[in-house]
């Protein structure tokens, strides 16, 4: 397995906090990219990281904030959370942007 | 906008079946195409990539084809077992208002009886 790890693997949280999600990688991929999984909607992407401090919107970024001030990790931030951001996170790295993706193990998050 | 579909939603065969589960893309421009595992709980598991030039792929009983002009992809999955329960997912990357960003199906969920 490729060597991705996701913190916290369980967060419960209440509307209007801030939240920050870690992806951790040991690969030294240049890609790195967040998603969320929702029942119906499949996984969409939020933000992508293309390099150190390279980073860009994905489908569903409102809300949503990212920084890569590391290759390995990629944080990322829901400024004020909300019910509508209770979902499992991904993270998935790819050594270029048509590689195959691995993804991590998720991350689910529940806003009361 | 790329779509991808994925049909049938769910499906519940016997042990040693053969069995296709399909994929559709709106959009046939695409770059490459890549089918994952997904267990109940846990994250992705790549199983195969299909760039826009290949037909096909194969890794052990499974095998993947791709025909971008009708914008279909089928996974077969020789004589199933038990262990294959899962969901599996399709994705696309590239068309052409999308660059290099992958593009879900919403899965088919598997379940293979004993």
């Known amino acids: 397995d490729a060597g991705i790890t996701q913190s916290p693997r369980h967060k419960v949280t209440e509307t209007g906090t801030p939240v920050t999600l870690r992806c951790h990688q040991t690969e030294n991929h240049r890609y790195m990219y967040w998603y969320r999984q929702d029942p119906g909607h499949g996984l969409r992407l939020i933000h992508y990281?293309?390099?150190?401090?390279?980073?860009d919107k994905g489908e569903v970024s409102d809300g949503y904030s990212v920084s890569r001030s590391k290759t390995e990790d990629f944080l990322l931030t829901l400024e004020s959370a909300t019910s509508s951001q209770t979902s499992v996170y991904f993270c998935?790295?790819?050594?270029?942007?048509?590689?195959?993706?691995?993804f991590g193990p998720g991350t689910r998050l529940t806003v009361l | 906008k790329q779509e991808v579909t994925q049909i049938p939603a769910a499906l519940s065969v016997p042990e040693g079946e053969n069995l296709v589960l399909n994929c559709s893309f709106t959009d046939s421009a695409i770059y490459n195409l890549q089918w994952f595992r997904q267990d109940p709980g846990k994250g992705l598991t790549s199983l195969l990539l299909?760039?826009?030039?290949?037909r096909e792929q194969t890794s052990g009983r499974l095998n993947a084809s791709l025909d971008k002009s009708s914008g279909r992809s089928t996974l077969y999955i020789a004589a199933s077992q038990p262990g294959d329960s899962a969901t599996y997912l399709c994705a696309v990357r590239g068309g052409s208002y999308n660059t290099d960003k992958l593009i879900f199906g919403t899965g088919t969920r598997l379940q293979v009886f004993p």
């Open positions: 990281s293309y390099g150190v401090k390279d980073t």
């Open positions: 299909i760039q826009s030039s290949q």
């Open positions: 998935a790295i790819s050594g270029s942007s048509r590689d195959t993706q691995y």
